[in-house]
C-alpha cells in the first residue's frame, strides 16, 4: 500500500539554525513531490514541488530550500531559521492529477 | 498566491443537519478538490470533481461544480460531531504540472 512518512512531529528550533525535514513515501514510483505549509488558522501555501529526481520548482522567494535526492524522497532545509518560518509544514504527493496524498504534517516553532 | 477562497469561514450546526461551504476560484481548471483536516493534523483528501462534471456523490458529501461561476459546493448530510474539522478546497489549474492552490478553508464545528 502507499504510504508517506513525514518526520519529526514537532521541533523547536532557535533562529539562526539550520533546518533539515525529511519526507518520504513508499508504494508508488515517480511521484510528484509538495511542500506546503500552513500558518495557524490558515490554508496551505505552495513552498516547493518536484516531478522528478533533481527537479525542484519553487513557488515563492523565501528561506527555504527542497531537495530531491532519490524519486521518493523530498527534503525541505534551511540554513538559518527565521522566526518567519515557524508553521505547520506538510509534505504530499499525488500521481497523474489525482488526489493528494498528505503526511502528518512537522510543527515548527522558532525561537 | 491562493486561489480558492471557502465561504463561510466558520460554519456552526446542530448534529443531524446539513452543513454547506462554498468554494470559489479565478482561474480555468482541470479538476477541484476537498479536503478535511482535523486540528494538527495532515490533510484528508474527500474527493475530486473534474472540470468536466457537475456533481459528485460520495457517502454523505455531494459535490458540485459550476465552471461558467468558477464555484463549487460542499454538502455534507446528516452531520455527526466526528465530521468536526476544517475543510478546504483546492484547485489544480489548467494546463499544470499536477500542484494544487488551496483556499483558506471552512471551519466546522458539529454539535452534539
Known amino acids: 500500500s502507499q504510504t508517506i512518512h513525514q518526520w519529526p512531529a514537532t521541533l523547536v528550533q532557535p533562529v539562526g539554525s539550520p533546518l533539515s525535514l525529511e519526507c518520504t513515501v513508499e508504494?508508488?514510483?515517480?511521484?510528484?513531490l509538495y511542500w506546503y505549509r500552513q500558518a495557524a488558522g490558515r490554508g496551505l501555501q505552495l513552498l516547493f514541488y518536484?516531478?522528478?529526481?533533481?527537479?525542484i520548482s519553487s513557488e515563492v522567494p523565501q528561506n527555504l530550500s527542497a531537495s530531491r535526492p532519490q524519486d521518493r524522497q523530498f527534503i525541505l532545509s534551511s540554513k538559518k531559521l527565521l522566526l518567519s518560518d515557524s508553521g505547520f509544514y506538510l509534505c504530499?504527493?499525488?500521481?497523474?492529477?489525482?488526489?493528494?496524498?498528505f503526511g502528518s504534517g512537522t510543527r515548527l516553532t522558532v525561537v | 498566491s491562493q486561489q480558492g477562497e471557502e465561504d463561510p469561514q466558520a460554519l456552526s450546526i446542530q448534529e443531524g443537519e446539513n452543513a454547506t461551504m462554498n468554494c470559489s476560484y479565478k482561474?480555468?481548471?482541470?479538476?477541484l478538490q476537498w479536503y478535511r483536516q482535523n486540528s494538527g493534523r495532515g490533510l484528508v483528501h474527500l474527493i475530486l470533481?473534474?472540470?468536466?462534471?457537475r456533481e459528485k456523490h460520495s457517502g454523505r458529501l455531494r459535490v458540485t461544480l459550476d465552471t461558467s461561476k468558477k464555484s463549487s459546493s460542499l454538502l455534507i448530510t446528516a452531520s455527526r460531531a466526528a465530521d468536526t474539522a476544517s475543510y478546504f478546497c483546492?484547485?489544480?489549474?489548467?494546463?499544470?504540472?499536477?500542484?494544487?492552490?488551496f483556499g483558506q478553508g471552512t471551519t466546522l464545528q458539529v454539535k452534539p
Open positions: 483546492a484547485t489544480a489549474p489548467s494546463g499544470n504540472t499536477g500542484k494544487l492552490i
Open positions: 504530499a504527493w499525488s500521481v497523474e492529477r489525482t488526489g493528494y496524498t
Open positions: 508504494g508508488t514510483s515517480n511521484p510528484n
Open positions: 482561474t480555468s481548471i482541470n479538476n
Open positions: 518536484s516531478v522528478g529526481i533533481g527537479q
Open positions: 470533481i473534474r472540470s468536466n462534471e
